[in-house]
């Protein structure tokens, strides 16, 4: 057929392939998608409400920088046809070549759109690996860093993992959807930044800084969108509409579930109430948990994975504390120590019968007594966590002592948040941006008629309300 797959000017094209396999990956990749703003979302509610908007701007710019990157040469390195063991070619560089000929990785789609789908899943990454820096990083320096990233750390490791011509592939090494480039190599990725970037500013903390959640409900909404958009993440991951992607899909949803419920119990017995948050963590826990053997579990080893993964993610929050690096969202817990623990279980868990669904995939794993899958499963995460945290450090050590290119912001800048490096206006009060920088003495900062009048408009409430409290307590209890 070509490189090409064909001359569509000769002939269709599109009966080479099954529409109801390319629907449903197509809608998968927009599934996918709505997932980087909920890792903004989801970042921004757990974030100090004045560093906000900058975790949400940096979600979708990282998603600019991510696709372009991947139009560029990304998918090319990834999946380019003839692959050596480490990288592959740049035979497709800038799409070239890229149209209908089948993907190297999912037969069942053409490479348009398996780039388009697999782009998504770069980008993602991308989403969740800034996370490491923040409230200190320069937006800038952040997006440079992105597109060298995905280039040298991410790329590589998606070539080993999903690449049919990659080592790790070679090796025999089980990968559904993403628990190693996605999850493990963002972990460790974050924890080098947040290594390099250093702690946040605060005298009163004596380790790392802890802070309240700015917005539970930003959490939540995070939380439903990335929940939502994995189900196109595990489920369009087979490559076509099998049994197998409705297997992958019903897992995600058990693991999410489990592990929700896991990590509120957990966090119960701790502090005797409820936690919103912790139910949020441990859905995530679960999500990531799942991701490598969504495909490849029966559904009641999902539950298995969802309750092991959200126990493991929970504890691993305390590794910053030991390592006294700032991971203050604690990217590494989640999606490093979540991944790695999703790989181990795919080593336990995987069924063949599971595996063949699709028709045609047969993986094994302790279930059929395969155990030497177990080690090349700690292959996988080894290489995957060592090469993403010691590539990730040199870039940004790199970048650190390079003009212009300085990775954190001043203390002055830490401490104003978002207007520092934003335009758009403050997710706070003026008095408190003022207090923040250390100017605020208690006055009126901005004696103008408009913020007395609405210091008089205050006081009016407040005396209304005193007003109808007095008001209650004298009117007598119904008999």
């Given at each position: 057929?070509?490189?090409?797959g064909?001359d569509?000017?000769?002939?269709?094209?599109?009966?080479?392939?099954q529409?109801?396999?390319?629907?449903?990956?197509?809608?998968?990749?927009?599934?996918?998608?709505?997932?980087?703003?909920?890792?903004?979302?989801?970042y921004?509610?757990?974030s100090?409400?004045?560093?906000a908007?900058?975790?949400?701007?940096?979600?979708?710019a990282?998603c600019?920088?991510?696709?372009?990157?991947?139009?560029?040469?990304?998918?090319?390195?990834?999946?380019?046809?003839?692959?050596?063991r480490?990288?592959?070619?740049?035979?497709n560089?800038?799409m070239?070549?890229?149209?209908?000929?089948?993907?190297?990785?999912?037969?069942?789609?053409?490479?348009?759109?398996?780039?388009?789908?697999?782009?998504?899943?770069?980008?993602t990454?991308?989403?969740?690996?800034?996370?490491?820096?923040?409230?200190?990083?320069?937006?800038?320096?952040?997006?440079?860093?992105?597109?060298?990233?995905?280039?040298i750390?991410?790329?590589?490791?998606?070539?080993?993992?999903?690449?049919?011509?990659?080592w790790?592939?070679?090796l025999?090494?089980?990968?559904?959807?993403?628990?190693?480039p996605?999850?493990?190599?963002?972990?460790?990725?974050?924890?080098?930044?947040?290594?390099?970037?250093g702690?946040?500013?605060?005298p009163?903390?004596?380790?790392?800084?802890?802070?309240k959640?700015?917005?539970?409900?930003l959490?939540?909404?995070?939380?439903?969108?990335?929940?939502?958009?994995?189900?196109?993440?595990?489920?369009g991951?087979t490559?076509?509409?099998?049994?197998?992607?409705?297997?992958?899909?019903?897992?995600?949803?058990i693991?999410?579930?489990?592990?929700?419920?896991?990590?509120?119990?957990?966090?119960?017995?701790r502090?005797r109430?409820?936690?919103?948050i912790?139910?949020?963590?441990?859905?995530?826990?679960?999500?990531?948990?799942?991701?490598?053997?969504?495909g490849?579990?029966?559904l009641?080893?999902?539950?298995?994975?969802?309750?092991?993964?959200?126990?493991?993610?929970?504890?691993?929050?305390?590794?910053?504390f030991?390592?006294?690096?700032?991971?203050?969202?604690d990217v590494?817990a989640l999606?490093?120590?979540?991944?790695?623990?999703?790989?181990?279980?795919?080593?336990?868990?995987?069924?063949?019968?599971?595996?063949?669904?699709?028709?045609?995939?047969?993986?094994?794993?302790?279930?059929n007594?395969?155990?030497?899958?177990?080690?090349?499963q700690?292959?996988a995460?080894?290489?995957?966590?060592?090469?993403?945290?010691?590539?990730?450090?040199?870039?940004?050590?790199i970048?650190k002592?390079?003009?212009?290119?300085?990775?954190?912001t001043?203390?002055?800048?830490?401490?104003?948040?978002?207007?520092?490096?934003?335009?758009?206006y403050?997710?706070?009060?003026?008095?408190?941006?003022?207090?923040a920088i250390?100017?605020?003495?208690?006055e009126?900062?901005?004696?103008?008629?408009?913020?007395?009048?609405?210091?008089?408009?205050?006081?009016?409430?407040s005396?209304?309300?005193?007003?109808?409290m007095?008001?209650?307590?004298?009117?007598?209890?119904?008999v």
């Open positions: 057929m070509g490189s090409f064909g569509s000017l000769t002939q269709n094209l599109n009966t080479n392939f529409e109801g396999d390319m629907v449903w990956v197509g809608a998968a990749s927009a599934l996918v998608w709505i997932m980087i703003p909920g890792i903004g979302f989801f921004a509610g757990l100090r409400k004045k560093h908007i900058s975790l949400i701007f940096s979600s979708l990282v600019g920088v991510g696709f372009f990157q991947w139009f560029f040469w990304g998918y090319s390195l990834v999946f380019s046809h003839e692959a050596g480490f990288l592959g070619k740049l035979d560089f800038s070239m070549k890229v149209l209908a000929a089948p993907s190297s990785a999912a037969p069942a789609v053409p490479d348009v759109l398996f780039m388009l789908f697999q782009g998504m899943f770069a980008c990454t991308a989403a969740l690996v800034v996370g490491g820096a923040h409230e200190r990083a320069r937006l800038g320096p952040m997006m440079v860093f992105i597109f060298i990233w995905m280039t750390v991410y790329c590589p490791i998606a070539e080993w993992t999903w690449n049919p011509e990659g790790l592939a070679w025999g090494a089980l990968d559904f959807a993403g628990g190693g996605v999850h493990m190599s963002s972990g460790a990725g974050a924890l080098a930044y947040a290594l390099v970037c702690k946040r500013k605060d009163a903390a004596k380790i790392i800084p802890v802070y959640p700015g917005s539970v409900l959490c939540v909404l995070g939380t439903c969108f990335l929940w939502f958009g994995w189900f196109g993440f595990n489920g991951s490559g076509n509409a099998s049994i197998r992607s409705w297997y992958a899909f019903s897992n995600t949803n693991a999410a579930s489990v592990g929700a419920m896991t990590w509120l119990f957990v966090d119960y017995i502090k109430k409820w936690s919103t912790a139910l949020c963590s441990g859905a995530v826990a679960g999500l990531v948990g799942i991701t490598p053997c969504a490849m579990v029966p009641y080893c999902a539950v298995a994975v969802g309750a092991i993964t959200a126990v493991a993610c929970n504890f691993a929050i305390g590794l910053k030991l390592l006294r690096i700032d991971d203050g969202l590494f999606h490093g120590v979540g991944g790695a623990t999703g790989s181990i279980c795919t080593a336990l868990f995987t069924a063949d019968y599971i595996t063949h669904l699709d028709g045609s995939t047969i993986a094994q794993g302790w279930m007594h395969h155990y030497v899958q177990l080690a090349y700690l292959a995460i080894g290489a995957t966590i060592g090469w993403s945290f010691v590539v990730t450090f040199l870039i940004l050590l970048m002592y390079t003009p212009y290119m300085s990775l954190r001043t203390h002055e800048e830490e401490m104003m948040g978002d207007q520092a490096q934003l335009a758009e403050e997710m706070f009060a003026e008095e408190d941006l003022l207090q250390g100017t605020y003495n208690g009126d900062p901005y004696p103008d008629a408009y913020v007395h009048q609405k210091k008089e408009a205050e006081e009016e409430d005396t209304r309300m005193e007003n109808d007095h008001g209650m307590q004298e009117t007598p209890s119904p």
